[in-house]
């Protein structure tokens, strides 16, 4: 595990409770403040530890009615959950779906998990998120869905997407997996969808350790994500398959965690959005980019990210050896599909990618987690003025 990977275990070390200045600052990493201990103490004590049971059923419920849906089934991870999504809308072979070129590779591997091909597509400098102009471009007769990512806790411009998805009578899935808390128009991301899936991965804003959720109010997708995710057993007759499902299940250990970090989610937005303001404030300076926020949404800075300008002209990876050096973790931006030859097969011919390229190569991600304390932003903002040759 490399200093710059964000998914580090949680260390006495790095307690946020623990007493005295880290020597290394983490990029990431669960905030366990809350009732989880007694929760999961709950789960072992009652027997309920598998995934069927009352904190399964109250997760679900309290997820749908945070992000106003009306189902949620949770899943073992967000990877997991996209494909469940996918699958229930029935994607399968010789179907296309559109994705960001700038993403977690998972976005794009749920869709080949289905045997469908995934048509890349650049993203916008406003969000991040899928351009809707290339998007109409890039629409044929064999688009079955879009896949709108909401990258680093920002809401890609859903409203012109919707409105496509419509016109071309299309699926939408949103990965939200980065966006639990995220606001576009005052909703929450996760709303807009036919199908929204979420991560709650260790790094996440809220985690149940590895741990996902499909969102939908739909009673027809509801019922088939239950039915592939338990097998696709059928319910009248068990132990009767009609057809291939999976376990996707979570477990009530997980559930019991995130109930006990839903029950703080204001709180963990709150502590992103301060820590993004405190590094604006003392880096605003500097000619580097900061994460957009536009208009029409609440952020949650998941990740808080620095752009570096192409003048001077820094090296990304010189700059985050010289972060590490001085104790604090960064990670490159995702590097754009494109680049990548497993996912450089799906660009069409001339096509380009400028925005997911120049974001890919000259952003890097700053320690986000809500656990940080003030002189630590205070010693990472040193760090990356000192990286940058300037002085602290
Ligand atoms: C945009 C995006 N999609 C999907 C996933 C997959 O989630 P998981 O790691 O829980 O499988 C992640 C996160 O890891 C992600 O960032």
Known sequence: MSPSDPR?????????????????IPLAEPDLRGRELEYVTDCVRSGWISSIGPWVDRFERELAQYVGV??????????????????????????EVIVPALTFAA?????????????????????????????AEAVTPRTRALLPVHLYGHPCDLEPLLALARRHDLAVVEDAAEALGALYDGRPAGSFGDISC???YGNKLITTGEGGACLTSRADLAERMALLRDHGMNKARRYWHDELGFNYRMTSLQAAVG?????????????RRRNAAAYRERLADLPVGF???????????????????SEPRWERDAVMRQLAAAGVDSRPVFYPLPEM????????PGQEFPVASRLGARGLSLPSATTLRPAEI??????????????P
Do not use: K
Not at 259 to 271: M, N, S, T
Not at 291 to 309: C, D, I, K, Q, Y
Not at 378 to 385: F, I, K, P, T
């Open 70 to 95: 009306r189902r949620a089934l949770t899943t073992a991870n967000g990877t997991v959950a996209l494909h469940l999504a996918l699958a229930a809308l029935g994607i399968g072979p010789g179907d």
């Open 259 to 271: 109930v006990a970090q839903l029950e703080r989610i204001e709180e963990l937005v709150a502590a």
């Open 291 to 309: 994460p957009p926020e536009s208009a029409r949404v609440r952020s949650t800075f998941w990740m808080f990210n620095l752009l570096l300008g």
């Open 198 to 200: 979420f991560s709650f």
């Open 107 to 135: 976005t794009a591997n749920a869709v080949l998990y289905c045997g469908a091909t995934p048509v890349l597509v650049d993203v916008r400098e406003e969000d991040w998120g899928l351009d809707p102009r290339l998007v």
């Open 378 to 391: 205070d010693r990472v903002a040193a760090a990356v003025r000192s990286a940058l040759g300037r002085v």
């Open 8 to 24: 580090l275990p949680f260390s006495p070390e790095s307690s946020p409770d623990g007493a005295g200045a880290r020597e290394r």
């Open 341 to 348: 030859p497993l996912y450089a097969r799906y660009v069409r």
